[in-house]
């Protein structure tokens, strides 16, 4: 038995792998707008003796152990990683977690592959991890748990240790029961989450949809329903609930439901967009891009749930209607690509490429170039300054957990204009009123919301855009951590 009183599982490291100029292992700061890294990461802070449980890349697995590090930023806790071989990793993670698990998630059924996943090297990882945790987590220790590809974790977790408070959180939508059930494997998933003693998911809907699929599938009783919190709209859009499921009994055991959305960092996001290097970035957008025109910004990553294409589609029926855009208009569609090899994602970003390639052929001017696209990754500084000189945040996913680009543009717009145009879809069209929310799957919805949102004038921008940063600031990162902490008092506080 370990040592560690808090234990956090995530596939992802606290800190990027580099070398320095003698070649030595240094760490540094993912270059990633990802807002949740440094929280968890912070939540070491007010303790020394935590342990964070992540993967490493490795050629003989067999041959290796559990890798086990000590950290001092923020404070002295453990990294401890596991060995996996690349067959390993592909399996687990862009086999079974992104063919299997990812259009489940997203309800897009018709994407679903099963026929090439390994369901026993998705058992083995998460085993691996499992007892990792087991091996370092102290007599009543509490062990988070993040995201679907560790399903299988908990359950491991509380047949070696059931004295460990177990929390889950699902970084992903959770899908309407009757496709959950597609999944082959459903009742061991059901079974492992309900070895917790909370799970947590970004908005009522996904509590809901896992609620009812906890139910039916594998019986679990549900607690009564409660109001929603007020943060969620909870009437009227795609994923509103005006009440959801306070808890599961099953096997003897309660388990409590939360919802609470992920928030981001409004005070980093409005210190950093008054510093000199967002201000040069800044200079550089006005120059090479706005020339004193409206700008539209889209960021996401290259996935079929982005929505990325029938967003140029949009653009490009607004180009055809509307000449007297011609020159006055630009979209800069920042679409971070996908790892090499997963078919799918390159068949995506080609699609996306020549749609942009097509629409820049059909309407470029001498001095207009139409489509700005990028597939590199952008450094969190130039990403703020887009934010800053944006008319109109355009992010219309088919599907999304939550989308945190959202919300970062509205903390970004802090007393200033600017319009969010933003999918029903979308986890965070429940917490951000004030939006121009839009239906992605409709012509005429995307139509009307880039033709509002283009030509809304200031004071009602202003007024919105209020609303969305107030929502934003009153709910930070910070918060939802000690939220999802809070039914384990001695972890509640983030120092």
Same mark, same amino acid.
């Given at each position: 038995?370990?040592?560690?009183?808090?234990?956090?599982?995530?596939?992802?490291?606290?800190?990027?792998?580099?070398?320095?100029?003698?070649?030595?292992?240094?760490?540094?700061?993912?270059?990633?707008?990802?807002?949740?890294?440094?929280?968890?990461?912070?939540?070491?802070?007010?303790?020394?003796?935590?342990?964070?449980?992540?993967?490493?890349?490795?050629?003989?697995?067999?041959?290796?152990?559990?890798?086990?590090?000590?950290?001092?930023?923020?404070?002295?806790?453990?990294?401890?990683?596991?060995?996996?071989?690349?067959?390993?990793?592909?399996?687990?993670?862009?086999?079974?977690?992104?063919?299997?698990?990812?259009?489940?998630?997203?309800?897009?059924?018709?994407?679903?592959?099963?026929?090439?996943?390994?369901?026993?090297?998705?058992?083995?990882?998460?085993?691996?991890?499992?007892?990792?945790?087991?091996?370092?987590?102290?007599?009543?220790?509490?062990?988070?748990?993040?995201?679907?590809?560790?399903?299988?974790?908990?359950?491991?977790?509380?047949?070696?240790?059931?004295?460990?408070?177990?929390?889950?959180?699902?970084?992903?939508?959770?899908?309407?029961?009757?496709?959950?059930?597609?999944?082959?494997?459903?009742?061991?998933?059901?079974?492992?989450?309900?070895?917790?003693?909370?799970?947590?998911?970004?908005?009522?809907?996904?509590?809901?949809?896992?609620?009812?699929?906890?139910?039916?599938?594998?019986?679990?009783?549900?607690?009564?329903?409660?109001?929603?919190?007020?943060?969620?709209?909870?009437?009227?859009?795609?994923?509103?609930?005006?009440?959801?499921?306070?808890?599961?009994?099953? @096997? %003897? &055991?309660?388990? *409590?439901?939360?919802?609470? /959305? #992920?928030?981001? =960092?409004?005070?980093? !996001?409005?210190?950093?967009?008054?510093?000199?290097?967002?201000?040069?970035?800044?200079?550089?957008?006005?120059?090479?891009?706005?020339?004193?025109?409206?700008?539209?910004?889209?960021?996401?990553?290259?996935?079929?749930?982005?929505?990325?294409?029938?967003?140029?589609?949009?653009?490009?029926?607004?180009?055809?209607?509307?000449?007297?855009?011609?020159?006055?208009?630009?979209?800069?569609?920042?679409?971070?690509?996908?790892?090499?090899?997963?078919?799918?994602?390159?068949?995506?970003?080609?699609?996306?490429?020549?749609?942009?390639?097509?629409? @820049? %052929? &059909?309407?470029? *001017?001498?001095?207009?170039? /139409? #489509?700005?696209? =990028?597939?590199?990754? !952008?450094?969190?500084?130039?990403?703020?300054?887009?934010?800053?000189?944006?008319?109109?945040?355009?992010?219309?996913?088919?599907?999304?957990?939550?989308?945190?680009?959202?919300?970062?543009?509205?903390?970004?717009?802090?007393?200033?204009?600017?319009?969010?145009?933003?999918?029903?879809?979308?986890?965070?069209?429940?917490?951000?009123?004030?939006?121009?929310?839009?239906?992605?799957?409709?012509?005429?919805?995307?139509?009307?919301?880039?033709?509002?949102?283009?030509?809304?004038?200031?004071?009602?921008?202003?007024?919105?855009?209020?609303?969305?940063?107030?929502?934003?600031?009153?709910?930070?990162?910070?918060?939802?951590?000690?939220?999802?902490?809070?039914?384990?008092?001695?972890?509640?506080?983030?120092?």
């Amino acid at each position: 038995m370990g040592q560690s009183s808090f234990v956090i599982l995530y596939h992802r490291t606290p800190f990027d792998e580099a070398k320095d100029a003698q070649g030595n292992q240094v760490w540094v700061d993912q270059k990633s707008p990802n807002g949740i890294i440094p929280t968890l990461r912070n939540l070491f802070r007010s303790r020394n003796d935590g342990t964070w449980i992540a993967w490493r890349h490795v050629d003989h697995p067999e041959e290796m152990d559990v890798e086990r590090l000590e950290m001092t930023n923020p404070s002295p806790f453990a990294l401890c990683r596991i060995p996996l071989a690349d067959e390993q990793i592909s399996s687990f993670y862009h086999i079974t977690s992104k063919e299997c698990f990812w259009p489940i998630l997203h309800t897009f059924p018709t994407h679903f592959n099963v026929n090439n996943a390994n369901w026993g090297i998705f058992e083995e990882v998460n085993k691996r991890f499992a007892d990792a945790a087991c091996n370092e987590a102290a007599e009543g220790a509490t062990v988070w748990v993040h995201d679907y590809n560790l399903w299988l974790a908990p359950g491991y977790i509380r047949q070696q240790r059931p004295d460990l408070k177990i929390a889950f959180f699902h970084h992903t939508p959770f899908p309407g029961n009757d496709v959950f059930a597609i999944l082959p494997w459903r009742e061991q998933i059901l079974e492992s989450l309900l070895c917790c003693d909370v799970v947590g998911f970004h908005i009522p809907r996904y509590t809901e949809n896992f609620a009812r699929a906890a139910s039916t599938l594998v019986g679990a009783k549900r607690g009564p329903k409660i109001s929603v919190d007020q943060k969620f709209i909870s009437v009227g859009t795609a994923l509103s609930e005006g009440t959801v499921t306070s808890h599961l009994d099953h @096997n %003897g &055991r309660r388990i *409590q439901l939360l919802s609470s /959305p #992920v928030g981001t =960092s409004p005070d980093v !996001i409005q210190e950093l967009s008054w510093s000199a290097s967002v201000e040069s970035y800044g200079e550089m957008i006005v120059q090479d891009t706005k020339k004193g025109r409206k700008l539209i910004l889209s960021a996401s990553r290259v996935d079929y749930t982005k929505g990325n294409e029938e967003l140029l589609l949009a653009f490009e029926r607004l180009l055809e209607r509307r000449e007297d855009l011609h020159g006055e208009v630009v979209l800069m569609l920042a679409c971070v690509a996908a790892a090499s090899g997963m078919k799918i994602y390159e068949e995506t970003q080609r699609s996306i490429e020549e749609m942009a390639g097509r629409i @820049n %052929g &059909r309407f470029s *001017q001498v001095d207009w170039i /139409p #489509v700005r696209f =990028s597939t590199r990754r !952008i450094p969190y500084e130039e990403m703020v300054a887009w934010f800053c000189h944006a008319d109109v945040c355009w992010i219309t996913p088919l599907r999304d957990g939550l989308n945190l680009v959202a919300k970062e543009y509205a903390a970004a717009r802090r007393h200033r204009g600017g319009v969010l145009v933003l999918s029903e879809f979308t986890g965070a069209s429940v917490v951000l009123e004030g939006a121009v929310l839009t239906n992605p799957y409709s012509n005429r919805r995307m139509d009307e919301a880039i033709e509002a949102a283009l030509a809304m004038p200031e004071h009602e921008q202003r007024q919105r855009m209020e609303t969305m940063s107030a929502a934003v600031e009153a709910y930070t990162v910070q918060d939802w951590a000690e939220e999802q902490l809070a039914g384990f008092p001695e972890v509640a506080t983030i120092g």
